[in-house]
């Protein structure tokens, strides 16, 4: 399968995601922008089960995943995974609640206590829509100005979505590897440890050679790193890279190979790198690290705010608490 384009499933471009064919019973659902939908997931048939990896971020994007895997199987997806707590890979839980969801007990536990304070949160600030219209309006700058639209459509189609929303976790749980022998593939779930989140889960079909990376992986995008350990995120992309995988599906970006491990390893590299030497020469003040500029190699990857927040990040950690 390996050197095969992806390419669209015709009849499943839905308005949250472009389903991609992988290889055969081995989907890609990749997020659109601005929809609701906000993190890839991943379709896989098994042979006596059908299994979801991550459930986007809304409820009506979950649905669109249920129905799109309707016609491709000719039955119901029967088994769903949780790769880690976010919400753009956990908020469509609820469409699943009556079948069987897996996560790591760390992922259960955090997926309900960050939840309740999200809605929390929303339910509290009923206008950040409107606020977040107005910074629209108000930013000049037309690459951010359409990161702001897109961020603008996901919170729309989550506050449509808010007064029934129900966080559903994981009914069953695992500490290590969790393996299902399928009749047409086996598939394994692999506890990563504290990389992108405090317990990131990847799904590898080694009879395919595909991983499904979650965020531990993003291509072609600045990743966030605040729930997250850099150090321990490059031990655990070093591991991913020693998977004989010809496809990688992200949680965020475009469907791509192990150059896309080592493009963020770079990142990562140069990131602590940079963050070590601001802190050494004094330079932690915000405006400080904005004027670093972006290595090149970076320049066009999808959220470049996220390059100084993550900068930012990494310096206040080196600091003295």
């Known amino acids: 399968m390996g050197g095969k384009p992806m390419t669209a499933v015709s009849g499943f471009e839905t308005s949250y ?21 906000m993190a890839n997931a991943g379709i896989v048939d098994l042979g006596e089960q059908i299994l979801l990896f991550d459930t986007m971020y809304t409820p009506q994007a ?20 949780n790769s880690h707590f976010h919400l ?20 259960r536990n955090l997926m309900l206590e960050r939840t309740h304070q999200f809605l929390s949160f929303a339910k509290a600030n009923p206008g950040y829509p409107a606020i977040l219209q107005k910074a629209i309006e108000e930013e000049s700058d037309q690459s951010k100005r359409e990161e702001l639209r897109l961020q603008l459509g996901d919170i729309l189609a989550m506050d449509a979505a808010l007064a029934e929303l129900v966080p559903v976790p994981a009914s069953m749980t695992f500490g290590g590897v969790f393996t299902f022998h399928g009749s047409k593939r086996t598939a394994a779930l692999i506890p990563m440890g504290n ?6 889960t990847v799904l590898y079909l080694p009879d395919d050679q595909v991983l499904f ?13 605040k729930d997250g350990n850099v150090p321990e995120w490059l031990r655990i992309l070093g591991k991913m890279d020693s998977y004989p995988a010809q496809v990688i599906i992200p949680g965020h970006g475009p469907v791509s190979d192990q150059q896309a491990i080592l493009d963020l390893r770079d990142y990562f590299t140069h990131l602590l790198l940079t963050a070590k030497q601001a802190e050494t020469a ?3 003040a915000a405006d400080s690290l904005e004027s670093l500029p972006m290595p090149k190699q970076f320049e066009t990857w999808s959220l470049p705010d996220q390059y100084t927040a993550n900068l930012q990040h990494l310096v206040r950690l080196q600091q003295p608490s």
Not at 213 to 225: G, R, V
């Open 17 to 37: 995601f472009t389903l991609e064919f992988i290889s055969d019973g081995i989907y890609a659902a990749i997020a659109k922008g601005g929809t609701g939908s």
């Open 62 to 81: 979950a649905q669109s995943l249920h129905e799109a895997a309707l016609p491709l199987f000719r039955r119901p997806i029967s088994l769903v995974i």
């Open 88 to 107: 753009d890979h956990v908020g469509g839980n609820q469409v699943f609640a009556d079948l069987p969801i897996l996560s790591t007990v760390t992922t």
């Open 195 to 200: 990389g992108h989140s405090a317990c990131d």
């Open 213 to 225: 990376a979650a965020d531990l992986l993003f291509t072609k995008n600045h990743p966030s790193i």
């Open 282 to 284: 004094e330079r932690e």
